[in-house]
């Protein structure tokens, strides 16, 4: 198969390709949700008594460290886009990091969220200072600071580089949280959260945290495609094939 | 059935998390559909503009 992958490069091409993307992802979402939801509610259960009993709140651990994740993930590739489109000044990059920031941002602060719901039972308060608690906050005011950035720039190029540098400088933060909790020596970790581990995990909690962070990743891909759609067509307003798509969607 | 929604006396931890995640990521989908509704009616009066000019 011979695929010119710069054909996408371009807004029209890549516009009509993310739209017959979308429903592929929607599908793959749900179908994925469905399973990592059921797995985790129903196929987990021996965890609740034994040597080791689990109480019920371990079931906030599918969306948590999913959409934690997620929050780091989503970050990453942001500036991968963001980075691309200051070497290459290449459009579509700025578009795609700028359409990625407001996913990554929904998930950042669901980590948050979940991370407090969970604290409260297990440790016993909603909130603490903890490494890896402060960095995913301050994760979470990079994906804000971004999109302010953007927003309060109104020349859209220089907004673009602007914001892009911006995201490059915050990408310190995804290593800083990974190794809150994951420093070589344990007694160097000042931290409340658990250490992870994903060999000492039960296979049926595995399965499920896994089942549903591929779900948000495919969740991420659409929401993303969708604001990239539009942030396409409000950019290339004044083109020829806009206007030709807005004449084929009169006639319809 | 009961016993699934009160998880143990841990529903309002558990059904928390979980129902302001789902809460967000719709609240996510129905702002983008209302964004692109928005932007076609934008972009469509754009266009009857321009149609206008060309006409005069």
């Known amino acids: ?252 | 059935m009961v016993e699934f929604f009160v998880q143990g006396g841990y529903a309002f931890f558990v059904w928390g998390a979980y129902g302001v995640t789902a809460l967000l990521l719709v609240a996510e989908v129905i702002q983008l559909r209302a964004q692109r509704r928005a932007l076609f009616v934008r972009l469509n009066r754009l266009n009857r503009t321009r149609e206008l000019d060309k006409n005069q």
């Open chain 1, 1 to 252: 198969m011979n695929v010119n992958w710069f054909k996408f490069a371009s807004p029209p091409a890549f516009y009509s390709l993310a739209g017959r993307l979308i429903p592929i992802f929607w599908g793959l979402t749900l179908t994925l949700l469905v399973i990592g939801l059921y797995w985790g509610f129903f196929q987990t259960t021996d965890q609740l008594g034994g040597s080791n009993p689990q109480k019920e709140y371990y079931r906030i651990i599918f969306i948590h460290v999913s959409s934690a994740w997620m929050s780091m993930w989503l970050y990453f590739v942001m500036v991968v886009w963001a980075a691309i489109g200051l070497v290459f000044n290449t459009r579509l990059s700025f578009m795609m990091a700028k359409a990625i920031a407001p996913t990554g941002a929904v998930f950042t602060f669901l980590a948050l969220w979940t991370g407090a719901f969970w604290g409260r039972p297990s440790w016993g308060t909603y909130w603490d200072w903890d490494p890896r608690l402060t960095s995913e906050l301050v994760l979470f005011f990079m994906y804000i600071g971004y999109i302010a950035l953007h927003s309060a720039i109104d020349d859209i190029r220089r907004a673009d580089r602007a914001s892009a540098l911006l995201a490059i400088v915050g990408l310190v933060m995804v290593p800083v949280i990974f190794w809150s909790i994951n420093c070589p020596d344990p007694n160097q970790c000042a931290a409340l959260h658990q250490r992870s581990n994903l060999t000492k995990i039960d296979g049926n909690i595995l399965f499920a945290m896994l089942t549903m962070s591929l779900a948000f990743w495919m969740y991420s891909f659409a929401a993303t495609f969708m604001r990239l759609r539009s942030l396409i067509l409000t950019r290339e307003a004044e083109s020829i094939w806009v206007r030709e798509l807005l004449t084929q969607r009169g006639e319809q």
